[in-house]
């Protein structure tokens, strides 16, 4: 065999094995986890026919967009994510609204909230209100430092109120 064949031969040998440690290499990235994220958005009665979107806190990047149905329950399905603080945004600006006899048009920038972990895990059940909206309002304009005591009191609320 020739020099020139032979270093061709090693050559190939060590490009695919470089691969396969790479690919086994102990510092390489996890896999995005996958999951779902559904709920129901509630403010004056169920919100009907409203666009909803998950929101990444890191850089604000919307992961997945949907509509609720008639009972105002959204479904976000098949996500791709690292684990992260996120945000379900419920735009009801300008939608109808009926209270008893009385009815109107939301605000055009009226917009709810409800801010959630996900872990690898990647499922949640989330409701959006105007309750989770102010304790997301309340959050923010706490210091960083403590903790999350309004995510407590949220989840109670909410549990409490059947909205979980």
Same mark, same amino acid.
């Given at each position: 065999?020739?020099?020139?064949?032979?270093?061709?031969?090693?050559?190939?040998?060590?490009?695919?094995?470089?691969?396969?440690?790479?690919?086994?290499?102990?510092?390489?990235?996890?896999?995005? /986890?996958?999951?779902?994220?559904?709920?129901?958005?509630?403010?004056?009665?169920?919100?009907?026919?409203?666009?909803?979107?998950?929101?990444?806190?890191?850089?604000?990047?919307?992961?997945?967009?949907?509509?609720?149905?008639?009972?105002?329950?959204?479904?976000?399905?098949?996500?791709?994510?690292?684990?992260?603080?996120?945000?379900?945004?419920?735009?009801?600006?300008?939608?109808?609204?009926?209270?008893?006899?009385?009815?109107?048009? $939301?605000?055009?920038?009226?917009?709810?909230?409800?801010?959630?972990?996900?872990?690898? $895990?990647?499922?949640?059940?989330?409701?959006?209100?105007?309750?989770?909206?102010?304790?997301?309002?309340?959050?923010?304009?706490?210091?960083?430092?403590?903790?999350?005591?309004?995510?407590?009191?949220?989840?109670?609320?909410? /549990? $409490?109120?059947?909205?979980?």
């Amino acid at each position: 065999m020739n020099i020139l064949r032979l270093g061709r031969r090693l050559g190939a040998l060590i490009l695919l094995s470089g691969g396969a440690l790479s690919a086994c290499d102990t510092n390489s990235r996890p896999p995005l /986890a996958t999951g779902v994220v559904e709920g129901r958005v509630v403010f004056t009665g169920p919100a009907a026919d409203v666009p909803v979107r998950l929101v990444r806190l890191s850089d604000n990047g919307t992961l997945a967009e949907g509509r609720t149905d008639a009972d105002g329950r959204y479904r976000l399905a098949g996500l791709r994510f690292d684990a992260g603080r996120f945000r379900v945004e419920a735009d009801l600006g300008d939608q109808p609204w009926r209270l008893g006899e009385r009815s109107g048009r $939301h605000p055009a920038d009226l917009r709810l909230t409800a801010t959630l972990d996900l872990t690898r $895990h990647g499922s949640a059940q989330v409701s959006v209100t105007g309750f989770t909206t102010l304790a997301d309002g309340l959050a923010a304009a706490l210091p960083s430092d403590q903790g999350d005591p309004l995510g407590r009191a949220r989840a109670g609320i909410e /549990a $409490h109120l059947g909205l979980d």
